[in-house]
């Protein structure tokens, strides 16, 4: 019984190697890779002598350092003797924060050039008590027109803290803005309610666009996820892309993050400030507006799937603007809307939005939606108290081939039935510049179209894509009482160099529902057809960075039935805009 046994191990004894010297041990060939000499022989194997821990010299204690030692880790280069001039942007600079100019303390300084030239055609009304062309007895007058503006944007930050893996502990900012324009019409109070002040206007603005502290409150995890507060005069964005509210309000944010990064928070209280006319800016000499945006939103990354980015908000805006009447400085009565019998009123509405970023796959996707909540205590068109039940919805889809993106894109903007019952269902927005469909190169997004015959009021602002009657989108009322709109379109990126991409874009526009046309125009609704508004555009950067950037586009808004209803189109054309606008920056 015990033979089985016995010869194991003397076949075991056979095998092991005489002495004390261990059975070498074949390679793993999942853990590394056999060395081989060339042809077909076996591998080569090497198994390194052990280590004796007594032959390992220790430190000695006298022995000098072979480092040099530099004021701090900022500076190495400088210790290297290469040294960049402080108008270099490209290496380290002290203007743009890459070198601290007292122990953590850095500065931040930009500057940034916008020069803008436009030409369009848009429908322009004969002034109602002259002209300054006799024998001009018709409605709609000769619409072209041209601006030239120039803005100079200039950032100053001061910051405290290393920003390399964590927020800063404090930062104060301040972004005054100059801006000059000249804008050219053919008829008369097109640009001032005067008519003696011709058909030219130059004015110019200085703006405070930011002017705020960021106080750094406490880290939360070892991945610095954080608390911090911004009080003053900030930008803010609610969705991804600008269509609720794009401004730079006064106001208080507490922000910050959880779960390394995946998660982000807003909660904030906003005053807007009034505008300037003519440019757009913040008036900081005028009143603040008597209009409060409270804001509350969470961003969760990589949810539902990973590389897309989901966001719930809430904006509730509170109006208490019922109390009088306000004048832009062309003389032109913005709230409350020239509709109705134009009596001042407040409202309160709160936006229930989600909003998702990010891509599917190859696919990249962003989709927005809005519901809109609230009560206006009296429309002017309705001269009475309505409920406010409205919504919105908008989404792009592209691709990337290589070179080449392809978009698609859809919105819908729900419009009101009846201007006169107690429910107002046409969706608006607080303050939208959205990035959509084309952006400032679509003509129906870059213009105000105004409504000519219906009031002081414009079917779409400039730089805005909802068809939401106001009479100004900077310095006038949401108006949930407006026909809606519809748009579905295409475009195409084309990078053809790494210096110039080629844009196009077509849309189809459409009014969800024209009752309210035909009742500030007196007349039967219009169809619903707007046309098709069909751009293009070229972007050039020579040093393919973002330093200096030449944009030019041209569109065109060929009418559909609704618009020729609307407008003479027949007579005078379709309307179009072309632009040249070059921006550089430092």
């Known amino acids: 019984m015990f033979a089985p046994a016995f010869s194991v191990m003397l076949a075991a004894m056979q095998l092991a190697p005489a002495g004390d010297e261990p059975m070498p041990r074949p390679p793993d060939p999942d853990r590394e890779v056999a060395p081989r000499r060339p042809g077909p022989s076996e591998p080569l194997r090497y198994f390194p002598p052990p280590v004796d821990p007594s032959q390992v010299p220790e430190p000695a204690a006298g022995v000098r350092r072979e480092t040099l030692p530099v004021a701090d880790r900022w500076r190495i280069m400088r210790a290297l003797g290469m040294d960049t001039p402080w108008y270099d942007p490209y290496n380290q600079n002290w203007l743009k924060g890459d070198l601290p100019f007292a122990r953590d303390w850095f500065t931040n300084v930009g500057v940034v050039s916008d020069t803008l030239l436009e030409a369009r055609r ?101 991945r610095y996820d954080f608390d911090s507060v911004r009080v003053g005069i900030q930008p803010f964005n609610s969705d991804f892309r600008g269509f609720l509210f794009n401004d730079v309000p006064l106001g208080v944010r507490l922000f910050g993050t959880r779960d390394n990064n995946q998660w982000q928070y807003n909660l904030a209280w906003f005053r807007r400030l009034e505008k300037d006319t003519n440019s757009g800016l913040n008036d900081v000499m005028t009143r603040p507006r008597n209009n409060d945006v409270f804001v509350a939103n969470a961003y969760r990354q990589d949810w539902p799937r990973l590389g897309f980015t989901s966001q719930a908000t809430v904006v509730v805006d509170v109006n208490r603007e019922g109390k009088g009447q306000f004048y832009d400085a062309n003389g032109f009565l913005v709230r409350p809307a020239v509709q109705g019998d134009s ?64 978009r698609m894109n859809a919105l819908f903007q729900s419009g009101d039935r009846d201007p006169f019952d107690g429910k107002a269902t046409g969706f608006d927005a607080i303050l939208e510049n959205p990035q959509f469909a084309g952006a400032d190169t679509s003509f129906w997004i870059r213009q105000a179209v105004p409504l000519i015959g219906g009031g002081g009021v414009a079917l779409s602002g400039r730089n805005g894509v909802l068809a939401s009657l106001r009479s100004s989108k900077d310095q006038g009322q949401s108006n949930f009482v407006n026909p809606g709109l519809l748009l579905v379109g295409a475009g195409v990126d084309v990078d053809v160099a790494p210096q110039v991409r080629v844009i196009a874009n077509l849309s189809y526009l459409r009014f969800a529902d024209t009752t309210v046309l035909g009742v500030l125009r007196n007349q039967a609704p219009p169809a619903k057809d707007i046309g098709l508004d069909v751009s293009a555009a070229i972007q050039w950067r020579p040093f393919m960075t973002q330093n200096i950037v030449l944009n030019t586009s041209a569109a065109a808004l060929l009418p559909g039935k609704g618009l020729k209803q609307l407008y003479d189109e027949g007579q005078r054309g379709p309307q179009y805009s072309m632009l040249l606008n070059l921006v550089a920056t430092f």
């Open 122 to 222: 848009l429908p322009t009304p004969v002034g109602p008590q002259t002209t300054d062309r006799p024998g001009s007895y018709d409605v709609f007058g000769r619409g072209k027109q041209s601006t030239l503006a120039e803005t100079l944007i200039v950032s100053l930050a001061l910051i405290k803290g290393d920003t390399t893996f964590r927020p800063p502990d404090y930062e104060l900012r301040l972004v005054p803005v100059f801006n000059f324009n000249r804008n050219d019409v053919e008829e008369v109070r097109a640009l001032r309610v005067d008519p003696r002040q011709g058909t030219t206007r130059n004015d110019n603005h200085v703006g405070l666009q930011e002017a705020f502290a960021d106080i750094h409150l406490r880290n939360v995890s070892p």
């Open 343 to 406: 009596r001042p009123h407040d409202y309160t509405v709160a936006y229930l939005g989600y909003s998702g970023d990010g891509h599917l796959d190859r696919w990249n996707l962003t989709a927005t939606a809005y519901l809109a909540l609230g009560r206006d205590e009296r429309h002017p068109l309705a001269q009475r108290s309505q409920s406010i039940r409205a919504g919105f919805a908008a989404m792009e889809l592209s691709r990337d081939y290589s070179w080449v993106r392809l």
